[in-house]
């Protein structure tokens, strides 16, 4: 197991990619802290995870709170002791579909202040937790269109090379700390629940099974196949692990090779 013995907390697990990644640290041996807003859904991960002999415990929290972030790492430590890696799932809540001359500002800068926000709360947090507790490891998630701008995607695409950015800082001043910070970019796997109900929505109006649509998108893609939640998730754990310790202020591309280094 590559995590054995870490107490990790997962920033919005209830949703698709913090679910999976909570799931994949858990099967690897982690203690898992399953954090975000929503009790329903965090309570769905954490079942399934103690249903597979995983370790997890639930303790909602509002990322967007800073102080309810630092209350709720005080909570972790003094139950579960030190925390050595944290995953930052937290949804941006985005809107896509307009071009930005159509766009109110508020639709366009929410998710670069959402992504912000929530990762300053909690980065911070982590970093200055982790430097009194001899290093451990922050990790994120973006997508290519941090880097590639993409017709429609509103603000999204500017939030990403934002948090980018933000992480690349954070890991230079905490490094000497012996505190990494990465990320993983992902393409949008076809398995989330906003991709496949857009992907699906697309095969409809044009007569396509998912399976078809799927095969059209990954046709200039080198795998020839858009990279699942668990790829993803097994990214997370790979940059999670001792095996990635000479890596920081970097990310694992886990797009099947849909944006070229």
Not at 154 to 178: D, I, M, S, T, W
Not at 197 to 219: C, I, M, P, S
């Amino acid at each position: 197991m590559l995590l054995k013995e870490r107490t990790a907390i997962v920033y919005g697990a209830s949703g698709a990619v913090g679910g999976a990644v909570a799931r994949a640290f858990a099967r690897e041996g982690a203690r898992v802290i399953l954090a975000a807003r929503r009790p329903g859904p965090l309570e769905e991960v954490w079942k399934d995870i103690r249903s597979r002999d995983g370790l997890a415990e639930m303790l909602p929290v509002d990322a967007m709170d800073r102080s309810a972030v630092t209350n709720h790492l005080d909570e972790v430590t003094d139950r579960f002791g030190p925390v050595t890696l944290m995953f930052n799932a937290v949804s941006w809540d985005d809107f896509q579909g307009q071009v930005l001359s159509d766009m109110p500002f508020e639709q366009f800068f929410s998710p670069v202040q959402a992504g912000l926000t929530t990762w300053f709360h909690t980065g911070t947090a982590l970093a200055k937790h982790m430097s009194q507790h001899a290093g451990g490891t922050i990790l994120g998630i973006t997508a290519n269109a941090g880097r590639e701008p993409q017709f429609g995607v509103g603000g999204f695409g500017v939030a990403c090379a934002a948090v980018e950015h933000y992480l690349r800082q954070l890991a230079v001043e905490n490094g000497p700390k012996q505190v990494r910070v990465c990320w993983v970019r992902s393409p949008g796997s076809p398995d989330a629940p906003g991709v496949r109900d857009a992907w699906q929505l697309y095969g409809d109006r044009n007569g396509l099974t998912f399976e078809q649509v799927h095969e059209e998108f990954a046709k200039n893609i080198p795998l020839r196949r858009v990279t699942a939640l668990a790829q993803v998730a097994n990214a997370a754990v790979l940059l999670a692990s001792d095996l990635a310790s000479g890596m920081t202020a970097t990310m694992a591309n886990a797009t099947s090779g849909a944006q070229i280094d």
